[in-house]
């Protein structure tokens, strides 16, 4: 359970709003994410005028998807879509989209996707 209180103080007075009490029947997962065999590391250098680089582990060889997104949420590039080993990874992106164009500067997403688990990173490119 968590409970929630507003208050305001204004000089020596404080006024108390509301109390809520809220139950969370939710389990929320966010990158990384540990103990479950896949680990999503923030990207470097990060803000990248380039290169960039982006660490993930895996506790057993297993297939990977790692896609660039907008901030809309269009893909911009696609990195990896294969089979990896089990162990430390990275990933490297060149900044440019899937036509080999420079992106400009931004706010960029990188989904990396093992099995049914997702890790996102957001990476700002500067130019």
């Known amino acids: ?7 305001s103080s204004v000089g020596n007075r404080t006024q108390s709003y509301s109390t809520d009490t809220i139950t969370v029947n939710a389990l929320v997962a966010v990158s990384p994410l540990p103990n479950l065999g896949f680990t999503l590391l923030a990207p470097r250098p990060n ?5 960039v680089e982006i660490p993930f582990t895996l506790a057993e060889p297993a297939r990977v ?3 660039v997104f907008d901030i809309a949420d269009r893909r911009v590039a696609v990195l990896a879509r294969g089979e990896w080993p089990a162990g430390s990874s990275t990933l490297a992106w060149d900044a440019r989209d899937a ?5 400009p500067a931004g706010v960029y997403l990188v989904r990396v996707a093992s099995g049914n688990r997702v890790g996102t990173v957001r990476l700002a490119v500067a130019r």
């Open 47 to 51: 803000p990248a005028a380039d290169r």
């Open 99 to 103: 036509s080999g164009f420079e992106v």
């Open 65 to 67: 998807r790692a896609e």
């Open 1 to 7: 359970m968590i409970e929630a209180r507003a208050q």
